[in-house]
């Protein structure tokens, strides 16, 4: 089945949207949920099985409302010619004119064997290495690509790739063969979107003094995942340490051993936490130089690359996955400057492409700099060498 389904067909617009599966996913995990907290009801004279259900109807709540905000839209305009992707948040927007997209393009990756899978490949026909899924992307010209749809169906992608190709007028780019048509490196092209001053309203993304900055929080869901965690292990070592005094013939090593046990991951889970209200990123353009610094109690990294080193900005973002603002370098190799989780993150898919936006601004000041600098400097020894 495949992940996506057109929601709206026009001359003009070509709406697509999140498929039956993920809506249903969605109502299910909502329904076991709801379940679980008439059940927290039905055995409130059970303390410990009450508690059980209220945490699990919670934890179900969160992952239903981190799939509910991955239900990002396309919209594409052939009379505007532009990819409108619009999220569930008002900084998970974008714009991409069709002269940034090099091809509509359709390839396949091997996904992992699932435990149903290891199970079954002694079937015929089998591959024992997993289950190919195939992916329709619009490929940039930078190098980077926007999902649009997968499935494990070829036919499922082929008709949304045929339509979208006849209406865009866009070359397409079939790698299922094994061939690659993608950009290489080399000919990466630097996007001509030049966003506005400042992110959106609603974005984590802070313009101040010339830096850009943003928070290095897993977003609300999970932080509330990891408290409950946290209160659960604090209550549960409460609870084993009350019972152990209680008891005239307790073992004290074992008490020891489960309170550090419990220790040893409420340590973990608070710096977790610390690192999620504390952390922030931070990337600033200066002096030639482009430096991406994040900052956490759990310790800071930072990257410095050359800005004549560096070829293009882009991102990739895949349909439900992880999602990468890079830079790329004159020799081909890449260097991520920003990560997205979608439905997690307070940071979106649309603050990467605001930021590729902006560091792209930022990058052709500095060069147009440093060309001046250059040109001041061969006059000033021109001037010399004219007047010895």
Not at 74 to 88: A, D, K, P, S
Not at 209 to 216: A, N
Request: hydrophobic share 45%; proline share 5%.
């Amino acid at each position: 089945m495949a992940s996506m389904t057109v929601l709206e067909d026009t001359p003009s617009v070509l709406r697509i949207g999140s498929g039956p599966e993920h809506r249903t996913s969605i109502r299910v995990l909502a329904f076991l949920g709801t379940s679980l907290m008439g059940l927290a009801v039905l055995f409130q004279q059970d303390l410990a099985l009450t508690a059980a259900c209220v945490v699990g109807a919670v934890v179900l709540g969160m992952v239903a409302l981190m799939l509910h905000n991955q239900s990002r839209q396309q919209e594409w305009n052939f009379e505007e010619r532009v990819l409108y992707v619009i999220g569930r948040q008002r900084a998970d927007m974008c714009a991409i004119p069709f002269d940034d997209i090099a091809c509509i393009r359709l390839t396949k990756r091997r996904i992992a064997r699932s435990l149903t899978g290891a199970a079954t490949q002694g079937q015929a026909g089998e591959n024992p290495r997993g289950r190919e899924r195939f992916h329709l992307e619009a490929a940039m010209r930078d190098t980077g690509y926007e999902g649009i749809d997968h499935s494990f169906t070829l036919d499922e992608v082929r008709q949304l790739s045929a339509i979208l190709v006849d209406r865009t007028g866009l070359p397409f780019c079939d790698e299922i063969d094994g061939s690659r048509n993608r950009p290489a490196a080399h000919q990466a092209v630097t996007s001509r979107v030049l966003p506005p001053e400042q992110p959106s309203p609603g974005s984590v993304l802070r313009l101040i003094e010339g830096e850009v900055r943003w928070p290095l929080s897993p977003g609300w869901p999970a932080i509330s995942v990891m408290l409950i965690v946290l209160l659960s292990l604090m209550a549960g070592a409460s609870s084993t340490y009350v019972n152990m005094q209680s008891e005239s013939n307790a073992d004290p090593m074992l008490m020891v051993i489960a309170l550090g046990v419990a220790f040893f991951f409420m340590v973990i889970v608070t710096g977790r936490l610390a690192h999620a209200f504390l952390g922030r990123g931070q990337i600033v353009v200066k002096d030639g130089v482009l430096r991406r610094d994040l900052f956490s109690p759990m310790g800071n990294r930072s990257l410095e690359i050359p800005v004549q080193d560096i070829l293009a900005l882009r991102v990739i973002a895949p349909r439900f996955a992880m999602c990468q603002l890079q830079i790329l370098n004159r020799t081909g190799q890449a260097a991520v400057i920003a990560t997205v989780s979608t439905g997690v993150t307070p940071l979106t898919v649309g603050d990467l492409y605001w930021l590729r936006g902006v560091l792209n601004r930022k990058l052709q000041l500095q060069q147009t700099v440093q060309g001046d600098k250059v040109r001041h400097d061969v006059h000033d020894s021109n001037s010399g060498s004219s007047a010895g």
